[in-house]
């Protein structure tokens, strides 16, 4: 059931955001509470092995994941966060959100403060936000030509190249809302004030470039959802309407991930029975 | 009920930490299965408040929590961490861990990591060991001599109290096992290889040490739990034999803290109704 999901989430070639059903569950047929059974026995699975990476990153391995999340303003990313994250050890997770760049990052190569903010080995590492912004941003303002886009996107592909041979596993989710549910999450934000601090003027003007989101979205999918057999960093195109399934297919690929560092508990760095002898000797 | 927990950890001047019954539940009346419930209810209530703290730290706010855990090898540091900071929004944690320090460490003043590690405005800040070791392990291996001790408790109330002028709430935790209870955590990870990462020769050389670490520990709860009135950063010893109840009291001091901020919503930084036309327009 969650090879389904993982399966159905994966970008295609072709794909154009603008006509995904954003309240879609592809891969899942069960509804809202049938997905919240499923994520918490999935949480349960999850903290298991995140726990033995943490363990292989204790004793000397050099395994990790990092997930990297993208989306709309209200696309849910927090939720993600604090719903799917939050099933496992906080000491087991490095969470890094970017913003506009300030401007000691503005004198660095677009990937240095992404690289500063790499998780360490054991952790499952969580963009906000990532590298990504730096295609999406330029993209929709004008501020990066033809040329300069194709420069970060080799530059991307490098690096992502360079992570994954040096151990980390990239877990790639563009969260998608429909143009309803943008304006419901927004309007919610307006009308409570216990969201108000949720809310920034700029998210309607993104709101209304959201064509132009919407073609650099189109855009990064195309070009940079890796897979040469060797080298996999595919994009994840997950429907995020419905808050439940959207958490429940970022658990699903979060989990897949971890499942395939096919993580045993690390062997002992002692003699076992040499320490016996000397915890007993201060009994 | 909570407050009676609060107040009955707190410290109390003459305290030795060899004399306290780390078994013991002081303020707490019920059994594991009632704390845990309580531990489960002042998860929401804390869940609350600290989605408070986080949106003033977002809205321009210089509220944080700190929460100091120290402990010996064993005494449960960790399992607050999964357990108690598992019960909020990861994103609303900041961890960090102090290990040994490192050359680059060794060579600024002590609090200097320290300070690097201090948590952002509108985050619960976590220290799993903290600025204390520079106390309690010089006093241990005897490489301080009382001249410099004082001096760095001199330094380190200082700093304290400027965190507190600064906006952060100090909470200051000593999880303490007993001699038997360490024992049998360590004989633990020597006999299950799930736990092997956990242990390091030198647990034992630590425990060897106990006696000097206890003395060390009352010399830190005596000289450093500040309380004047307005500079509050006292020292809170928690009996951690029992980690259901470590657990319940770290929770219950930590959402005492968060109480005292007395946070409401933070006000709109902008029009609302100017902006509800906005997005209006974008429907």
């Given at each position: 059931?969650?090879?389904?999901?993982?399966?159905?989430?994966?970008?295609?070639?072709?794909?154009?955001?603008?006509?995904?059903?954003?309240?879609?569950?592809?891969?899942?047929?069960?509804?809202?509470?049938?997905?919240?059974?499923?994520?918490?026995?999935?949480?349960?699975?999850?903290?298991?092995?995140?726990?033995?990476?943490?363990?292989?990153?204790?004793?000397?391995?050099?395994?990790?994941?990092?997930?990297?999340?993208?989306?709309?303003?209200?696309?849910?990313?927090?939720?993600?966060?604090?719903?799917?994250?939050?099933?496992?050890d906080p000491q087991g997770v490095a969470l890094r959100s970017f913003g506009r760049p300030t401007p000691e990052e503005l004198e660095h190569d677009f990937l240095w403060r992404i690289r500063k903010a790499l998780p360490p080995a054991g952790r499952i590492g969580v963009f906000d936000r990532s590298h990504y912004e730096d295609i999406l941003v330029p993209s929709v303002n004008g501020t990066a030509d033809a040329v300069t886009l194709t420069e970060r996107f080799a530059?991307?592909?490098?690096?992502?190249?360079?992570?994954?041979?040096?151990?980390?596993?990239?877990?790639?989710?563009?969260?998608?809302?429909?143009?309803?549910?943008?304006?419901?999450?927004?309007?919610?934000?307006?009308?409570?004030?216990?969201?108000?601090?949720?809310?920034?003027?700029?998210?309607?003007?993104?709101?209304?470039?959201?064509?132009?989101?919407?073609?650099?979205?189109?855009?990064?999918?195309?070009?940079?959802?890796?897979?040469?057999?060797?080298?996999?960093?595919?994009?994840?195109?997950?429907?995020?309407?419905?808050?439940?399934?959207?958490?429940?297919?970022?658990?699903?690929?979060?989990?897949?991930?971890?499942?395939?560092?096919?993580?045993?508990?690390?062997?002992?760095?002692?003699?076992?029975?040499?320490?016996?002898?000397?915890?007993?000797?201060?009994?």
């Amino acid at each position: 059931m969650l090879d389904d999901v993982v399966h159905a989430v994966r970008v295609r070639s072709g794909v154009r955001v603008a006509e995904l059903d954003a309240s879609a569950t592809p891969g899942f047929s069960g509804d809202r509470d049938a997905g919240e059974e499923l994520l918490a026995s999935i949480g349960e699975r999850m903290s298991d092995v995140q726990e033995r990476l943490f363990a292989h990153g204790r004793t000397g391995g050099t395994r990790s994941v990092l997930l990297v999340l993208q989306g709309l303003d209200t696309a849910g990313k927090g939720g993600i966060v604090r719903h799917v994250l939050g099933l496992v050890d906080p000491q087991g997770v490095a969470l890094r959100s970017f913003g506009r760049p300030t401007p000691e990052e503005l004198e660095h190569d677009f990937l240095w403060r992404i690289r500063k903010a790499l998780p360490p080995a054991g952790r499952i590492g969580v963009f906000d936000r990532s590298h990504y912004e730096d295609i999406l941003v330029p993209s929709v303002n004008g501020t990066a030509d033809a040329v300069t886009l194709t420069e970060r996107f080799a530059a991307i592909e490098a690096f992502e190249r360079e992570l994954v041979a040096g151990g980390t596993s990239i877990v790639k989710v563009a969260l998608w809302v429909s143009r309803d549910e943008q304006y419901a999450r927004l309007r919610e934000r307006l009308e409570r004030p216990d969201k108000h601090w949720k809310y920034s003027p700029g998210d309607v003007d993104v709101r209304a470039a959201r064509p132009a989101y919407e073609a650099a979205y189109d855009d990064v999918l195309a070009r940079s959802s890796y897979d040469d057999g060797v080298f996999q960093a595919p994009w994840h195109l997950v429907p995020a309407d419905r808050k439940w399934y959207a958490r429940l297919a970022v658990s699903a690929l979060l989990l897949r991930a971890l499942d395939d560092l096919d993580l045993d508990w690390p062997p002992a760095t002692f003699d076992v029975a040499t320490e016996l002898a000397r915890l007993d000797a201060t009994r």
